[in-house]
């Protein structure tokens, strides 16, 4: 049976600075191979070449094999590019964007696929929150909102939670309001590894950062750490 992971960062990483690479160096060590095949999507951000860029020296400095995968110039076999990765790493932007533009190419049902045979998903912001079944986006101008993701994991999830002032105050109110039972929150420089569906740890990546599950206990609104 194969392993399977998810690391869901809740901000930082290679988008902002190249820096010493922690949280990419988490990623790799899942995997127990010399010069492992990550594939960047960085479909959230409009395929932003400077991300993109950003990317390649991150992860060739690892001593990586990188490629990514294009949905707005002439897209390969998605199948054949997923399947035979090692690392999937999802970057950040409007959420709500690239599921759709996944849905029309069905990439969301290769991706559950390569999950289950014990490719490693990871990614920061939307490419942290697509893989539950909800999440918390800034997709919209307006507001914060809840919306649907992939359903690779249970749960919702709020990332850049203590990053950006409106967040807790957010997940605190649509929990109290019964919108929602519960919402897992994750900080910045921080990620949420899951281990075979179940199995949680908050990674810190910065200076005491950490994960957070809010629910409501006796009338009383909780917040535990993960």
């Known amino acids: 049976m194969h392993t399977k992971n998810i690391v869901a960062v809740g901000g930082g990483g290679f988008g902002r600075s190249l820096g010493s690479l922690e949280i990419e160096k988490y990623i790799i060590s899942l995997i127990n191979k010399k010069r492992p095949k990550v594939c960047f999507i960085p479909t959230a951000s409009g395929e932003s070449s400077l ?5 390649y020296r991150a992860f060739s400095k ?15 076999n998605l199948e054949d590019k997923v399947l035979t990765q090692d690392i999937i790493y999802v970057g950040g932007g409007n959420t709500k964007s690239m599921l759709a533009v996944w849905k029309e ?25 697509c893989w539950f079944d909800k999440g918390i986006t800034d997709s919209y ?8 993701c992939l359903g690779i994991v249970d749960g919702i999830a709020c990332p850049h939670f203590d990053e950006e002032k409106e967040r807790e105050p957010y997940v605190n109110n649509v929990i109290k309001r019964e919108i ?14 899951i281990k075979n569906d179940f199995e949680y740890s908050s ?12 629910y409501m206990e006796n009338n009383n609104l909780k917040k535990e750490i993960l």
């Open 180 to 193: 929602i039972d519960s919402c897992i929150c994750i900080e910045g420089n921080c990620a949420l590894h």
């Open 51 to 55: 991300y993109k860029l950003n990317f």
């Open 62 to 76: 690892l001593d990586c094999i990188t490629s990514h995968i294009d949905f707005f110039s002439r897209t390969e």
């Open 141 to 148: 101008a307006d507001e914060l909102a809840i919306i649907d």
């Open 105 to 129: 190419w069905n990439l969301h049902k290769i991706l559950q696929n390569a999950y289950e045979k014990g490719i490693v998903m990871s990614g920061v912001s939307a490419g942290a929150i």
């Open 203 to 214: 990674i810190d990546f910065g200076n005491g950062k950490k994960c957070f599950k809010v």
